[in-house]
């Protein structure tokens, strides 16, 4: 049975004018997601636009949002009598989540929390579960038998999101470093990262000096790609597993698992038996679970 949410995770506006739509928005660093559903609940449209992340700004949000809504081409479609429900990201920080409130356009009633809780939600229909997510970053999320959220992780690129496409990459760099100073055997990963950064030590230092997030996380695939020659790849494989096992026990020891994100879904059979016996297919996408939070009765009471 779908939960009511701890209120202290929403933040709602509603201006009391009539729903005509209800619309779920996901929003993210590259792009925002929209599904939209008439009166009466029937998925009526769908619209992608550039990312609407707050960190990349509120008035960049907001009109990716209007631009997702204008490209699901919905007949009749009037923002100021839709009910959005918005999971953004950067909405855990005060600031960013402020300047969303101040930069809202007229609209019947919106409901904002994380990208995360409305990946969450669509992958349980809005029941107790778990999301270990693995892409760029990584994180594990649960909402509890009380409608309560924990989450585990997603500390950043910089010091953590172990398991991740970022910190694999980051550790297929130290690889190559060590292979280039003769710490370590020069094998295929070391060859690869090579390939791709450059093979002088000057090569090596500018790549990290400008690689950021995204930089390191393009390296990853050459991990997974020379695993079978090279056991330093095959040992990065295993170690980003058992981090991603530990994120998932320390989130929730039992609920359903899903998983999320192209690097859970590759290291999935490295995954302890014990994590492979909690594991569930997802229900639904994060839009979906954005639209859920929207239509539920105590979101307005929020």
Same mark, same amino acid.
Request: proline share 4%; glycine share 16%.
């Given at each position: 049975m779908p939960?009511?949410?701890?209120?202290?995770?929403?933040?709602?506006?509603?201006?009391?004018?009539?729903?005509?739509?209800?619309?779920?928005?996901?929003?993210?660093?590259?792009?925002?997601? $929209? &599904?939209?559903?008439? #009166? +009466?609940?029937?998925?009526?449209?769908?619209? *992608? !636009?550039?990312?609407? $992340? &707050?960190?990349?700004? #509120? +008035?960049?949000?907001?009109?990716?949002?209007? *631009? !997702?809504?204008h490209a699901a081409a919905v007949p009749g479609l009037d923002l100021a009598h839709c009910a959005l429900g918005l999971g953004l990201s950067g909405t855990g920080v005060p600031a960013q989540l402020q300047a969303l409130l101040d930069h809202a356009p007229a609209v019947a009633r919106f409901a904002v929390v994380t990208d995360g809780l409305v990946a969450l939600l669509g992958a349980h229909g809005g029941e107790a579960g778990a999301l270990l997510i693995s892409g760029t970053g990584s994180v594990a999320e649960a909402l509890l038998p009380d409608g309560r959220r924990r989450m585990v992780g997603g500390w950043g690129w910089?010091?953590?999101?172990?398991?991740?496409?970022?910190?694999?990459?980051?550790?297929?760099?130290?690889v190559a470093q060590a292979a280039h100073d003769g710490r370590a055997p020069d094998g295929a990963l070391a060859q690869a990262v090579r390939a791709v950064a450059g093979s002088s030590r000057e090569a090596l230092l500018s790549y990290c000096a400008q690689a950021g997030q995204a930089g390191y996380a393009q390296l990853a695939p050459l991990v997974f790609e020379s695993a079978t020659d090279d056991p330093a790849a095959a040992a990065l494989l295993d170690q980003a597993a058992s981090a991603l096992d530990a994120l998932a026990a320390a989130v929730h020891p039992t609920l359903p698992l899903a998983?999320?994100?192209?690097?859970?879904?590759?290291?999935?059979?490295?995954?302890?038996?014990?994590?492979q016996a909690r594991r569930v297919e997802p229900r639904g996408e994060p839009v979906a679970g954005a639209l859920w939070l929207i239509q539920q009765p105590a979101t307005t009471a929020a």
């Open positions: 939960l009511s949410l701890d209120p202290r995770l929403l933040t709602v506006r509603d201006s009391g004018r009539p729903v005509r739509h209800w619309v779920g928005i996901d929003g993210g660093g590259t792009r925002t997601r $929209a &599904l939209v559903a008439d #009166a +009466e609940g029937r998925i009526v449209g769908r619209g *992608e !636009a550039g990312a609407s $992340a &707050l960190g990349q700004g #509120a +008035e960049q949000a907001w009109r990716h949002i209007a *631009e !997702a809504l910089q010091i953590g999101d172990e398991g991740s496409g970022a910190w694999l990459g980051q550790q297929a760099m130290k998983l999320a994100g192209s690097i859970a879904q590759r290291l999935a059979p490295r995954l302890s038996p014990a994590l």
